[in-house]
């Protein structure tokens, strides 16, 4: 069997470093994380874009000049580093969970009843099987999906009709760019709540999670109704309707249930250790993806199975590892230049900046949403708006803004940015797999929509504001 590259080794060892400091306050664990994750990415540039490279420039020069910019450099530039090191063992922990979907039969079978629906319901499967796979998959999803609608969508199966092809892979491709971008409003398994458990005290999972679940419905039901409502009549009832594979029920049920089980499984860790759940998710997802293609390879026996799993993890470690590169790099960036702006910004600043401008309560809420979706367009990454944002509202009842509302308008603006920002990872695989610009997947397929989503979302927010925060 080949070996992996020593390289390879060093994300899952920035994971364990850092586990080791989020467990027992080891500062050492902490520097040694630090030092394993700038060796990660220097030994990955050669083959970074030129996003990731940019931000990763960036954030080189705000650690050199954070000496004369900060009262506090070294505690900074440790809050920041720990942060980054905290994204990247995120990343690490939940790519195993990937490694086992993509071998499950039942994560394909789940894809094949999503994308063999009738027209009008198509739509509803996308975008949902992209939130539910996408749960587990994260953005291997859209390449998942994405496969299998450039396979059903031939010229033949539309008739011989290029414009019937043309549309169906827009609207197909385009449910499943929305539906990925609700998962940091519907999943527990995403670094969006993550960042926002570990910077805004006052927040807790479990009173946050109902109201983005209730506005992730809200943004899919108008996503369905955007659909329906522009989607070209002349052609309707040209193609015979698709029919769903046996037992698409059945599988649909199974895989909420291993996704429950999953979740559970990390709150009985959080609950039993008295530690956040971010923190569970990092100890419980290597488990149960381990687990889970243990199972997969059960019917050769249970021990020629583990010895299967265990030689399937090392030969795809190179793959699984350095295949995140971009990831890795473009949310540790992100994440360290926000926090090292926000810590060089007074937090007294922003709030007389605020105070000057007569913001107060829920309508800052709704100004974070609004900079997140615009300043995506000009390639900051949501991530980078976010930590900005959250840094300096730590403290939100300070400024009338409940934790919950500042939390959810965080969620909120990531799912608009990302589903339309032609510089996300999210648009340029989506728009790769389509066949188009990411300019034509992000803008011209998305724009109004999210211009549309962004007015339904400010009035959304303004409205719980008045009726419960």
Same mark, same amino acid.
């Given at each position: 069997?080949?070996?992996?590259?020593?390289?390879?080794?060093?994300?899952?060892?920035?994971?364990?470093?850092?586990?080791?400091?989020?467990?027992?306050?080891?500062?050492?664990?902490a520097?040694?994380?630090?030092?394993?994750?700038?060796?990660?990415?220097l030994?990955?540039?050669? &083959?970074?874009?030129?996003?990731?490279r940019? *931000?990763?420039?960036?954030?080189?020069? !705000?650690?050199?000049?954070?000496?004369?910019?900060?009262?506090?450099?070294?505690?900074s530039?440790?809050?920041?580093?720990?942060?980054?090191?905290?994204?990247?063992?995120?990343?690490?922990?939940?790519?195993?969970?990937?490694? #086992?979907?993509?071998?499950?039969?039942?994560?394909? =079978?789940?894809?094949?009843?999503?994308?063999?629906?009738?027209?009008?319901?198509?739509?509803a499967?996308?975008?949902?099987?992209?939130? /539910?796979?996408g749960?587990?998959?994260?953005?291997?999803?859209?390449?998942? /999906?994405?496969? +299998?609608v450039?396979?059903?969508?031939?010229?033949?199966?539309a008739?011989?009709?290029a414009?019937?092809?043309?549309?169906?892979? =827009?609207? +197909?491709?385009? !449910?499943?760019?929305?539906?990925?971008?609700?998962?940091? *409003?519907?999943?527990?398994?995403t670094?969006? /709540?993550?960042?926002i458990?570990?910077?805004?005290?006052?927040?807790?999972w479990w009173?946050?999670?109902?109201?983005g679940?209730a506005?992730?419905?809200?943004?899919?039901?108008?996503?369905?109704?955007?659909? =329906?409502?522009?989607?070209?009549?002349?052609?309707?009832?040209?193609?015979? @309707?698709?029919?769903p594979?046996?037992?698409?029920?059945?599988?649909?049920t199974?895989?909420l249930?291993?996704?429950l #089980?999953?979740?559970?499984?990390?709150?009985?860790?959080?609950?039993?250790l008295?530690?956040?759940?971010?923190?569970?998710?990092?100890l419980t997802?290597?488990?149960?993806?381990?687990?889970?293609?243990?199972?997969?390879?059960s019917?050769?026996?249970?021990?020629?199975a583990?010895?299967?799993?265990? !030689?399937r993890?090392?030969?795809?470690?190179?793959?699984?590892?350095?295949?995140?590169?971009?990831?890795?790099?473009?949310?540790?960036?992100?994440?360290? /230049?926000?926090?090292?702006? #926000?810590?060089?910004?007074?937090?007294?600043?922003? @709030?007389?900046?605020?105070?000057?401008?007569?913001?107060?309560?829920?309508?800052?809420?709704?100004?974070l949403?609004?900079?997140?979706? !615009?300043l995506?367009?000009?390639?900051?990454?949501?991530?980078?708006?976010?930590?900005?944002?959250?840094?300096?509202? #730590?403290?939100p009842?300070?400024f009338?803004?409940?934790?919950?509302?500042? @939390?959810?308008?965080?969620?909120?603006?990531?799912?608009?940015?990302?589903?339309?920002?032609?510089v996300t990872?999210?648009?340029?695989?989506?728009?790769?797999?389509?066949?188009?610009?990411? &300019?034509?997947?992000?803008?011209?397929?998305?724009?109004?929509?999210?211009?549309g989503?962004?007015?339904?979302?400010? @009035?959304?927010?303004?409205?719980?504001g008045?009726?419960?925060?």
């Amino acid at each position: 069997m080949k070996l992996p590259r020593p390289e390879v080794h060093l994300l899952p060892l920035v994971m364990v470093s850092t586990l080791g400091y989020q467990l027992f306050g080891w500062l050492p664990a902490a520097l040694a994380s630090h030092v394993l994750l700038a060796a990660y990415v220097l030994s990955q540039w050669p &083959q970074l874009t030129r996003v990731p490279r940019t *931000l990763l420039t960036l954030a080189t020069m !705000a650690i050199l000049t954070l000496p004369w910019l900060s009262v506090d450099p070294a505690g900074s530039l440790l809050l920041a580093l720990n942060r980054a090191a905290y994204f990247a063992t995120f990343l690490a922990a939940l790519s195993f969970l990937r490694e #086992a979907a993509e071998t499950s039969p039942l994560v394909r =079978r789940c894809g094949d009843v999503t994308i063999n629906q009738p027209p009008g319901m198509r739509y509803a499967t996308l975008s949902s099987g992209s939130f /539910l796979i996408g749960i587990l998959l994260n953005m291997a999803v859209l390449n998942l /999906l994405g496969v +299998m609608v450039r396979r059903a969508n031939t010229l033949a199966a539309a008739g011989g009709n290029a414009a019937i092809q043309q549309i169906r892979n =827009r609207r +197909m491709f385009t !449910a499943m760019i929305r539906g990925f971008s609700v998962i940091p *409003l519907g999943s527990p398994l995403t670094i969006t /709540l993550a960042l926002i458990l570990s910077i805004v005290p006052g927040v807790r999972w479990w009173q946050v999670l109902p109201y983005g679940w209730a506005t992730m419905l809200l943004i899919l039901l108008l996503g369905w109704a955007w659909d =329906r409502a522009v989607a070209p009549r002349h052609l309707a009832g040209q193609l015979p @309707a698709a029919r769903p594979p046996a037992g698409a029920a059945w599988d649909i049920t199974r895989f909420l249930l291993l996704v429950l #089980a999953i979740f559970s499984a990390a709150v009985v860790v959080e609950l039993a250790l008295g530690i956040d759940l971010p923190l569970a998710i990092l100890l419980t997802a290597p488990a149960a993806a381990i687990a889970w293609m243990t199972v997969q390879r059960s019917r050769r026996g249970v021990g020629r199975a583990v010895v299967l799993t265990g !030689a399937r993890l090392l030969k795809g470690a190179e793959r699984q590892f350095s295949g995140m590169r971009a990831e890795v790099s473009v949310l540790c960036a992100a994440g360290l /230049l926000g926090t090292l702006i #926000a810590a060089v910004v007074p937090t007294t600043a922003f @709030a007389d900046f605020l105070g000057l401008m007569g913001l107060q309560g829920p309508v800052i809420g709704v100004l974070l949403v609004v900079l997140m979706v !615009a300043l995506s367009q000009i390639g900051l990454n949501p991530i980078l708006v976010a930590t900005i944002g959250l840094s300096s509202l #730590a403290q939100p009842e300070l400024f009338g803004l409940a934790p919950e509302m500042l @939390a959810l308008s965080v969620m909120a603006g990531w799912t608009l940015a990302i589903g339309c920002s032609p510089v996300t990872t999210s648009i340029l695989i989506a728009s790769r797999m389509a066949g188009v610009s990411p &300019q034509t997947a992000g803008w011209s397929w998305n724009g109004w929509y999210t211009l549309g989503a962004t007015a339904v979302m400010v @009035a959304w927010l303004l409205l719980l504001g008045w009726l419960f925060f």
